[in-house]
């Protein structure tokens, strides 16, 4: 009887092989971050760049993946969190290092470790905070500083400008050390940016939206670097428009708190994390299911 309920144990540890799917695409990513800094050491920029935005698709995929299976693990986060630095923050800012900074040397180096050390900043912020059931009932809809992934593409952005009009203002290396600088500064900082995990449509929004979904899949296939160009600046210009919204949900808690005396029902942690996509959405084949946070 005892060898038989340890069979059944160790048949309850053992995991399908579809729950390594997120952690594969959480690789594949760190694959993709490190193949691009090695076509950056090359002198390949297009093909770096190309890499470090595939890499930011697959960390995407992994998050989704792991919430339609349902499955959790604490080190399939700490392993998301190490992949983002690297291909969010270590990645980019050497390849603006390589690309338009080694004229200024020490100076350049030191705005790369800035991002760098700006992105790690901010992850680890993020993993302190998701969990945190005082948050503020704006950060159920947006997201706290820029994400990392939209870090890297607009660390990149010059870079990406370049390749779209072959400019050499682009490569300035004045442009290029604000850029991270700023940035960086806004990975720490505490302005609401866009987060789509929370967007509702209408039944009769679907059409439309598939519609300039597929427009804007057609730029990006035809004109690459055009397109993510674009995309650069419409994120820029979205932050405004959050900072007013979120203004506007804070006032609104107030007011519920003065009248009320008790602020407004939030969410628990597990749907706050859920809704800005948490890193602690991760499985590892080899642990035992820990059940939703």
């Not at 190490?82 to 050497?94: M, R, T």
């Not at 405004?240 to 919204?245: A, C, D, I, N, R």
């Not at 407004?264 to 994390?273: K, L």
């Amino acid at each position: 009887m005892m060898l038989r309920g340890r069979r059944r144990q160790r048949q309850r540890m053992r995991r399908p092989l579809l729950h390594m799917v997120p952690n594969l695409f959480t690789i594949l990513g760190l694959c993709a971050g490190l193949t691009g800094l090695r076509y950056g050491l090359d002198g390949r920029y297009d093909l770096a760049v190309a890499l470090i935005v595939a890499a930011a698709v697959l960390d995407g995929l992994d998050g989704r993946a792991a919430r339609l299976l349902k499955i959790q693990s604490k080190l399939g986060a700490e392993l998301d969190s190490l992949a983002d630095f690297f291909n969010f923050g270590v990645a980019p800012a050497v390849l603006v290092y390589l690309w338009a900074l080694q004229p200024v040397r020490g100076v350049g180096w030191a705005i790369a470790l800035l991002f760098a050390v700006c992105c790690a900043l901010r992850l680890a912020r993020f993993n302190t905070e998701v969990d945190d059931p005082q948050r503020p009932r704006w950060t159920q809809h947006f997201f706290t500083g820029v994400p990392a992934p939209a870090a890297a593409g607009l660390a990149l952005t010059p870079m990406i400008a370049w390749f779209a009009f072959g400019q050499e203002l682009w490569q300035s290396w004045a442009m290029n050390a604000a850029t991270l600088t700023v940035v960086a500064i806004l990975m720490v900082s505490r302005v609401p940016t866009l987060s789509l995990k929370r967007l509702r449509l209408r039944p009769d929004q679907i059409v439309p939206t598939l519609a300039v979904a597929g427009l804007a899949m057609a730029l990006l296939v035809t004109e690459p670097w055009l397109s993510l160009s674009i995309l650069a600046l419409l994120y820029v210009a979205s932050i405004p428009v959050t900072v007013l919204l979120a203004v506007r949900m804070r006032r609104e808690e107030a007011v519920t708190v003065a009248v009320t005396g008790t602020p407004p029902t939030s969410e628990t942690p597990a749907a706050m994390a859920a809704a800005a996509g948490s890193d602690k959405d991760r499985i590892v084949p080899f642990e035992p299911r820990q059940g939703r946070p």
